[in-house]
Every structure is written in C-alpha cells, then in structure tokens.
C-alpha cells in the first residue's frame, strides 16, 4: 500500500488537475453560482436540503453527463426556471491541467414544440467552446464518488453492478464506450427482432447476422471487464486488508452468462481463488463460445423474446473472507467493500489516465467507524482535490479542519466558513454548538 500511494504521490506531481471553477445556473436548488474551489480537501456544511448532494451532482455531471441520482435529464432544471420562456439548466467548470485551462460546458435546454405539448430536452456540450460530444467529454475530468446510497453496488441487483463496471472502464477506455453503445443497439435490434420471429415474421437469417455482432462487441467487453477487475481486484484487496485491520480478504469476480469451455458456468478470478489464476480468455475465444452458445438457445430465446446471454447479463460478485459479501455481507462489511471498490477506482484511474481523480464523497463518514474514518481521511489527503460533505463540522478532527477549505451551504447559495486555516476551523467548532 505505501508502495503504491508513493506512486501515485509521484504521479500526482506529474500531472495536476483539478476543478478550479465551477458556475452553475438553475442546476437544482442553484440558481446561479459561482464557486472558486483549491486544491486539496473542501469541506462543504449544510443542514438537510440546502444543496450538498446537489453540489457533488453537478462536479460529476459535469465530468461524465451522467446524474447518478435523477433518472431524467430534465429533473436536473431548477423548478423556477420551468415558469420561464427559455428554461434552461447551465454547468460549466474550469480545471487546470498542468497549469494550463480547459473549460468544460454542458446546457440543458427546453424545447417547446409549438403545437402539441411535448417537450424535448437538448443536451449540449462544448470543451474550450467547441461543440463535442459525450464521448470527448468523458475523461477531460475523472472523478470517483462515493455516497450512501452506493451500498446498493454489493447490495443492490446486478444492473447496477454492470454499470458501475461500464462507467468505470469508460473514464479511461473510449473504445469500451464505444463498443458498449454500440452493443446495447445491436441488443435492441436483436430483441426485436427475436419478438418478431415469436409472431412468425422475420428471419433467422437476419438473426444470424445480428448473433455476429452481439458476439463480437461483447465478447470485446466481456474481456475487457475481465482484465479491470483483475486489476481492480488487486488494488480493492490490499485496501480492504487494511481497512479491516488485516483480518479479511476480498476477491471480486465476474459472472458470465456465457459459458466457456471446460470451466463452471462462474469463472473465478485472482489469487484469492484455487484454480482462478491464468485463467486468461482471449476475445476471440469468448467470441467464438459465445456464438456457439447462441445457437444452441436461438428456440429458447424467440420463446421468450429477449437476448439471453452476454455483457448484458453478467454479474460482479464480491467475495470477503470467502463468503458472497451480496447475499450474506452484513451492512457494515458491504459498506466497507464499496468504500475498498471506490479506493481502488481512484487508484485505478490515476495508473490508467496518470491523473488523480476528484474524490467526491457525499456524508460518508458518519457512517464509518473510527478506524475506516482514518484511513479514508489518510487516503483522501493523497488525493490531489477531494470535495466532501457533512451535515456536522464534529464529524471531522479539528486537526483535519485546519487544513480543509471549509464552506457553507446555504440554500443554494454558498460562503466560505471563515478563512482557510484556524480561523476557519475555530469558526467551524464554534458552529457545534448552535
Ligand atoms: N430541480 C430542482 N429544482 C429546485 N430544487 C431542487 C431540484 N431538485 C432538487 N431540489 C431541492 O434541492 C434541495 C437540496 O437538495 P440536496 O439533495 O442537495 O440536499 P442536501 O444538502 O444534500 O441535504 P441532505 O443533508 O438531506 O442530504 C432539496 O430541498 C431538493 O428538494
Ligand atoms: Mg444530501
């Protein structure tokens, strides 16, 4: 562990970036903000409903165009602004990159379409102004967050595992995203028609020519979440070792729905596991077992309408000490599996890019114990921005206040608390008490 965190101390060096400016306009409860954030740790106070999660949202809806929270674009519109003729939503940040300024934009606006009531929603984004698209975006800025809520990546079904490992690999792999989108349309087009073919019409060798395609884009995923989580799995490891006081080991592996020759239908991985070492499949391996698979289910899958193997279907399963932390996990050793999983994201990402993610935590320390409170702070202070929020300043060591930024939030609206350094954090431990 000290090993890596020297590299990444050295990589960190190397290349900075971080979010220097973020300007927000009818983003939630943001009217209009506009936030200089520094380097190292920001800690950011509010009571419920002033706009904390709101803040951590838009940092990464500006990284990625994704909310991890809202299921529609459009619920990221301040309410107000729906009353006004032109309803918009406007995010934009500047990050320094070695020193030199990139500017990140993403608008969201409101077409009315004249006749019916319909509306539509347009999603633009510009880098240094230019107009892109979500696939340039990804990357410019890496963040990892961690929020309560991520429980659900152990607890939770496996849709939400699968996109965590999409959006994972996606931050340093354009050509994974690439191939994922192209997939999930060859997925729809393959459900149709196999819905289709249920009612007589369509195909079977149009089925055929859309089995190929399936295949070969996910078997190009497939192989390729296989090696990250390989990756992850090492990293994940040595920081769950220490975050349980080296008691636990933690293994992850991925669940194939394909099945692959000579081996059990869930393919483990790592060191943790007998025989799960070199078990190395190439893509055109996975291609060709998954191709051979398909034909074998074509009756099965026309009966039911839907593609029933692939990327689409796997599953991430984390193992502790041996026993499916999914199933059996208690709340407390999920929530330190999630927290090992996004550490080594972090970790991940700044070896993949050579740039340090923005850590954004969401109100996770209330939920730690004291020993994992100390090592997520001891990691987060490697990092080269970290942005966290509390509904309490008691929650952090007065040590720890000293030398975080600390701001207030307010109502959509946010102030620093105090200056930086021990007036802040006096003025900080003043505010327990009222
Ligand atoms: N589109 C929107 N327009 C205006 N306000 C919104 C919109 N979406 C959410 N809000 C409001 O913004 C407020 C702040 O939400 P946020 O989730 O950021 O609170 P928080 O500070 O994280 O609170 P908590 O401590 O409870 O987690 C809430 O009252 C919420 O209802
Ligand atoms: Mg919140």
């Not at 730690?368 to 100390?374: F, G």
């Amino acid at each position: 562990m000290i090993e890596l965190r020297g590299r990444l101390v050295a990589l960190a060096t190397e290349h900075e970036v971080y979010l220097e400016h973020l300007s927000l306009a009818n983003f939630r409860n943001y009217v209009r903000l506009e936030l200089e954030l520094p380097p190292g740790i920001t800690l950011v106070q509010g009571e419920n409903a002033q706009g904390k999660t709101n803040l951590l949202e838009a940092i990464y809806y500006l990284a990625t165009a994704r909310s991890p929270y809202a299921t529609a674009d459009r619920e990221l519109i301040n309410w107000l602004a729906e009353e006004e003729e032109l309803t918009f939503a406007r995010l934009a940040g500047q990050i320094q990159k070695d020193r030199a300024l990139q500017r990140l934009e993403i608008s969201l606006l409101k077409e009315r379409a004249p006749a019916a009531n319909a509306h539509s929603l347009k999603k633009q984004i510009r880098i240094n102004g230019v107009p892109r698209r979500v696939l340039d975006l990804i990357g410019q800025l890496n963040v990892v967050l961690f929020m309560p809520q991520d429980i659900d990546l152990v607890a939770g079904s496996p849709s939400g595992r699968r996109r965590y490992l999409d959006t994972t690999i996606c931050q340093f792999d354009s050509l994974y995203c690439r191939t994922l989108r192209r997939y999930g349309r060859v997925l729809t087009q393959r459900n149709h028609l196999l819905r289709q073919l249920q009612e007589r019409r369509g195909s079977h060798e149009q089925l055929r020519f859309w089995d190929e395609k399936l295949a070969e884009d996910g078997a190009h995923l497939i192989a390729r979440r296989r090696e990250v989580i390989v990756e992850l799995e090492e990293l994940a490891r040595a920081i769950y070792l220490e975050l349980t006081g080296r008691d636990e080991h933690l293994s992850l592996r991925y669940e194939m729905s394909t099945r692959m020759p000579d081996t059990h239908y869930q393919i483990p991985l790592g060191p943790g596991f007998e025989g799960g070492l070199g078990i190395r499949y190439s893509e055109s391996s996975i291609r060709e077992a998954f191709l051979e698979q398909l034909r074998g289910i074509t009756r099965e899958e026309i009966q039911r309408g839907m593609s029933l193997i692939g990327p689409h279907r796997d599953d991430l399963g984390f193992l502790a000490g041996g026993v499916d932390m999914r199933i059996y996990g208690s709340r407390g050793q999920q929530r330190t599996v999630v927290l090992a999983l996004k550490l080594a994201e972090a970790e991940l990402l700044a070896r993949k890019t050579g740039e340090q993610p923005v850590v954004l935590l969401d109100e996770v320390m209330s939920e730690l114990d004291e020993a994992r409170r100390r090592y997520l702070m001891q990691a987060i202070e490697n990092s080269q921005q970290a942005i966290l929020t509390t509904t309490h300043w008691n929650a952090y060591r007065p040590e720890f206040l000293e030398q975080a930024t600390l701001l207030r939030v307010k109502e959509g609206r946010i102030k620093g608390a105090g200056e930086q350094g021990s007036r802040g954090a006096e003025e900080a431990r003043a505010g327990i008490r009222y």
